[in-house]
């Protein structure tokens, strides 16, 4: 599942001592915590579903609504498991099972809690735990019950960090070093950032929206990095390959956000080409995943095992090149230069223009067992040139099936593919023109996971671009800015917007170096507050906090040549009136 939890230093510590002082073998503790994350991804257990506590025995428990399901403990160093179990199930089973009832649940339910030693644990004992947490889990996960899922004394969330993204523990507990307050408080900014990112999660595309200087930027990081973090502990700080950021402005458009065209050289002549751009370039990355990850892991083994063979294949036809300076295909037609994703070929006959042979079209004819050229015609799948330059490609793909002649698939099977979180950040937001800049794919950001028809068609993708429900846009936008076009309603209503307000920050707020002026921002929210012209809103207009952070030293400097010249240039666009000069100069 790989989903970072909230932890404080104070659950850290606790867990590393309880584990340190009673568990007396590491090997059946990281099995435990391995069944545990069997049961959250079998069962797929929300985390806000759970809780993971350490009991007052110093006992490792995980509880659905009122009753555990899995508890780990120590007696006389000797390791146990405590098991739900359903009574009726265990009856169905001659073999003897080693069971010693610890605990009957009251109810009609007739589950009960069973006590086995670490050592003597089985697959029918695992069976019957998962059959008996389902049936748990089924009858709470809807539940509004007040109390089956708070926080109690007991909880300790660095054990349910360790279980949802299945840690080795022993090496969890020996990051203590590594463990900076800037981790502590990344990992604490989840739960408040939380009701933010179950909004994105609901609506899919949000906007923040406030004055300027409210860190509305810096929270869309924070908000994508914990949405595409596979581990808090594990991940450098603000890394990811899954979320991408932009800005807009004035003059963007849909050429430049969506997919356009561009002129390039091959060396011979200019080409027009269709290319996906930010926009496209990350929903067909988020929509690959989404499709990967329903995949069965023999499938995608025998995928992956097919594109290291193409690698191979390309490399032959390469060498054949270097020999005689291009690679025929027939009597007429030669390839003469192997790109980065294509074959280009030709004529002898001076074509008019060189021809590309995409890749992938290859691997997936071979893949999905296509070997006639009427089967090539017919296939919708790959690109219009395919259909059309049938004979060609069969003759490239003709080639591939002799080289993979007697190969075998290797019997070890890749691990499945996980499904991620993929963000886009859209920066100022509303400096470019929406309606023109998106087009069609107002559509898309309603109706996820529908091919939605562009005005471009691309040689990869057709005329079709997707936008998956695994990804998340986040626009930021400045209430202050009157000089740029506002949000139509068409658009306004496919997003949910969150106003980011200033707000007077505490000291301990901040990265250690840096202060907040508390004194200053209460004057110039005073400023706000009393000149501020009946035509804005001062929480759209206010100076935002980040004005107001600044390093030992330093904040004469901003005050100077930054905070006074906005001010004034406030007074210039009427948002703060003429009688709010005299109060500027005197900050």
Same mark, same amino acid.
């Given at each position: 599942?790989?989903?970072?939890?909230?932890?404080?230093?104070?659950?850290?510590?606790?867990?590393?001592?309880?584990?340190?002082?009673?568990?007396?073998?590491?090997?059946?503790?990281?099995?435990?915590?391995?069944?545990?994350?069997?049961?959250?991804?079998?069962?797929?257990?929300?985390?806000?579903?759970?809780?993971?506590?350490?009991?007052?025995?110093?006992?490792?428990?995980?509880?659905?609504?009122?009753?555990?399901?899995?508890?780990?403990?120590?007696?006389?160093?000797?390791?146990?498991?405590?098991?739900?179990?359903?009574?009726?199930?265990?009856?169905?089973?001659?073999?003897?099972?080693?069971?010693?009832?610890?605990?009957?649940?009251?109810?009609?339910?007739?589950?009960?809690?069973?006590?086995?030693?670490?050592?003597?644990?089985?697959?029918?004992?695992?069976?019957?735990?998962?059959?008996?947490?389902?049936?748990?889990?089924?009858?709470?996960?809807?539940?509004?019950?007040?109390?089956?899922?708070?926080?109690?004394?007991?909880?300790?969330?660095?054990?349910?960090?360790?279980?949802?993204?299945?840690?080795?523990?022993?090496?969890?507990?020996?990051?203590?070093?590594?463990?900076?307050?800037?981790?502590?408080?990344?990992?604490?900014?989840?739960?408040?950032?939380?009701?933010?990112?179950?909004?994105?999660?609901?609506?899919?595309?949000?906007?923040?929206?406030?004055?300027?200087?409210?860190?509305?930027?810096?929270?869309?990081?924070?908000?994508?990095?914990?949405?595409?973090?596979?581990?808090?502990?594990?991940?450098?700080?603000?890394?990811?390959?899954?979320?991408?950021?932009?800005?807009?402005?004035?003059?963007?458009?849909?050429?430049?956000?969506?997919?356009?065209?561009?002129?390039?050289?091959?060396?011979?002549?200019?080409?027009?080409?269709?290319?996906?751009?930010?926009?496209?370039?990350?929903?067909?990355?988020?929509?690959?995943?989404?499709?990967?990850?329903?995949?069965?892991?023999?499938?995608?083994?025998?995928?992956?095992?097919?594109?290291?063979?193409?690698?191979?294949?390309?490399?032959?036809?390469?060498?054949?090149?270097?020999?005689?300076?291009?690679?025929?295909?027939?009597?007429?037609?030669?390839?003469?230069?192997?790109?980065?994703?294509?074959?280009?070929?030709?004529?002898?006959?001076?074509?008019?223009?060189?021809?590309?042979?995409?890749?992938?079209?290859?691997?997936?004819?071979?893949?999905?067992?296509?070997?006639?050229?009427?089967?090539?015609?017919?296939?919708?799948?790959?690109?219009?040139?395919?259909?059309?330059?049938?004979?060609?490609?069969?003759?490239?793909?003709?080639?591939?099936?002799?080289?993979?002649?007697?190969?075998?698939?290797?019997?070890?099977?890749?691990?499945?593919?996980?499904?991620?979180?993929?963000?886009?950040?859209?920066?100022? +937001? !509303?400096?470019?023109? $929406? @309606?023109?800049?998106?087009? #069609?794919? &107002?559509? =898309? %950001?309603?109706?996820?996971?529908?091919?939605?028809?562009?005005?471009?068609?691309?040689?990869?993708?057709?005329?079709?671009?997707?936008?998956?429900?695994?990804?998340?846009?986040?626009?930021?936008?400045?209430?202050?800015?009157?000089?740029?076009?506002?949000?139509?309603?068409?658009?306004?209503?496919?997003?949910?917007?969150?106003?980011?307000?200033?707000?007077?920050?505490?000291?301990?707020?901040?990265?250690?170096?840096?202060?907040?002026?508390?004194?200053?921002?209460?004057?110039?929210?005073?400023?706000?507050?009393?000149?501020?012209?009946?035509?804005?809103?001062?929480?759209?207009?206010?100076?935002?906090?980040?004005?107001?952070?600044?390093?030992?030293?330093?904040?004469?400097?901003?005050?100077?040549?930054?905070?006074?010249?906005?001010?004034?240039?406030? +007074? !210039?666009?009427?948002? $703060? @009136?003429?009688?709010?000069? #005299?109060? &500027?100069? =005197? %900050?």
């Amino acid at each position: 599942m790989n989903q970072p939890i909230p932890f404080s230093k104070t659950d850290f510590q606790t867990f590393k001592n309880t584990y340190q002082k009673k568990v007396s073998s590491p090997s059946h503790f990281q099995k435990f915590i391995q069944r545990c994350f069997f049961l959250i991804e079998e069962i797929k257990i929300e985390p806000e579903k759970v809780r993971f506590a350490i009991t007052s025995k110093k006992e490792f428990m995980v509880l659905l609504g009122m009753r555990p399901i899995i508890i780990y403990g120590s007696k006389n160093n000797e390791d146990f498991l405590e098991l739900i179990m359903n009574e009726l199930s265990i009856k169905k089973y001659d073999e003897n099972l080693l069971l010693d009832k610890e605990y009957t649940f009251k109810g009609d339910d007739n589950k009960c809690l069973v006590r086995i030693k670490a050592d003597l644990i089985n697959g029918t004992h695992l069976k019957l735990n998962l059959e008996a947490s389902k049936e748990e889990y089924s009858s709470i996960k809807d539940s509004k019950r007040a109390g089956w899922n708070e926080e109690a004394a007991t909880t300790n969330n660095s054990f349910k960090h360790i279980a949802y993204n299945n840690l080795n523990v022993e090496e969890f507990i020996n990051q203590e070093h590594s463990f900076s307050e800037e981790i502590f408080n990344r990992t604490m900014s989840i739960s408040k950032n939380q009701e933010y990112i179950n909004v994105l999660k609901h609506k899919k595309q949000i906007i923040l929206q406030g004055p300027p200087g409210t860190g509305k930027t810096r929270l869309a990081k924070e908000i994508a990095e914990e949405l595409t973090a596979s581990s808090i502990i594990n991940k450098e700080l603000n890394q990811s390959n899954h979320y991408e950021i932009i800005q807009f402005h004035p003059s963007y458009s849909y050429e430049d956000f969506v997919r356009g065209i561009s002129i390039e050289s091959n060396g011979k002549d200019l080409e027009y080409i269709t290319k996906n751009r930010v926009l496209a370039k990350i929903a067909k990355k988020a929509f690959k995943n989404k499709v990967d990850s329903q995949k069965e892991t023999s499938l995608i083994t025998k995928e992956k095992w097919i594109e290291e063979q193409f690698e191979l294949f390309k490399d032959s036809i390469i060498d054949k090149m270097d020999e005689e300076g291009k690679f025929k295909l027939n009597e007429a037609v030669n390839i003469i230069e192997v790109e980065s994703d294509a074959f280009r070929y030709t004529g002898e006959n001076n074509w008019s223009a060189t021809r590309r042979m995409k890749f992938d079209d290859i691997i997936l004819l071979f893949t999905i067992g296509i070997k006639e050229r009427s089967e090539i015609k017919n296939q919708k799948d790959i690109n219009a040139l395919g259909r059309s330059h049938a004979t060609y490609f069969k003759l490239v793909l003709d080639l591939f099936y002799s080289f993979m002649k007697g190969k075998k698939i290797p019997n070890e099977l890749n691990s499945k593919v996980e499904l991620k979180n993929y963000v886009l950040i859209i920066d100022e +937001i !509303n400096r470019a023109n $929406l @309606s023109s800049v998106l087009g #069609e794919l &107002i559509y =898309a %950001l309603e109706y996820r996971n529908e091919p939605v028809e562009s005005m471009y068609t691309s040689e990869e993708d057709g005329n079709t671009i997707i936008l998956p429900d695994n990804l998340y846009i986040i626009g930021t936008m400045n209430t202050a800015d009157r000089s740029v076009g506002q949000i139509d309603y068409a658009i306004r209503r496919r997003f949910a917007f969150i106003d980011i307000l200033p707000k007077n920050l505490q000291n301990d707020d901040l990265e250690e170096g840096y202060e907040f002026e508390n004194e200053k921002f209460e004057e110039v929210k005073s400023i706000f507050e009393e000149f501020t012209s009946r035509e804005f809103n001062v929480n759209e207009v206010q100076l935002g906090h980040s004005y107001f952070i600044h390093k030992a030293g330093n904040f004469q400097l901003k005050l100077k040549f930054e905070i006074k010249p906005i001010l004034m240039e406030y +007074i !210039n666009d009427g948002i $703060l @009136s003429q009688k709010a000069h #005299e109060k &500027i100069e =005197a %900050l």
